[in-house]
Nanobody
Framework: QVQLEESGGGLVQSGGSLRLSCAAS????????LGWFRQAPGKEREFVVR????????YYADSVKGRFTISRDNAKNAFYLQMNSLKPEDTAVYFC???????????????WGQGTQVTVSS
């Protein structure tokens, strides 16, 4: 069982940066694959990025590649999403997730945070 809690969301101007954090509690955190998803109003939840258990492998959605960076610190049971060059279309609720399978699909993640709002103004 893993519990996740996001923090770091907020309001930022276009071109700005935010860093999201996800704190995890529970056993075997370092063995789980981790991901970030987002959901804009009226839209389905979409994959943003995932990271392997070791942190050596990452995979980004094309829409955020080159602007967002995922990282994890297994010693702190935490992972992060650094978001740079933010655009209005990045506005969404961002969710962190953990699971046993490396995947871009939400259905493969077993544990989820409650979400944190990111709003990018133009």
């Amino acid at each position: 069982q893993v519990q996740l809690e996001e923090s770091g969301g907020g309001l930022v101007q276009s071109g700005g940066s935010l860093r999201l954090s996800c704190a995890a509690s529970g056993r075997a955190f370092s063995t789980y694959r981790l991901g970030w998803f987002r959901q804009a109003p009226g839209k389905e939840r979409e994959f943003v990025v995932r990271i392997s258990w070791s942190g050596a492998s990452t995979y980004y959605a094309d829409s955020v590649k080159g602007r967002f960076t995922i990282s994890r610190d297994n010693a702190k049971n935490a992972f992060y999403l650094q978001m740079n060059s933010l655009k209005p279309e990045d506005t969404a609720v961002y969710f962190c997730a953990a699971g046993r399978i490396a995947s871009t699909q939400a259905m493969h993640y077993e544990w989820w945070g409650q979400g944190t709002q990111v709003t990018v103004s133009s």
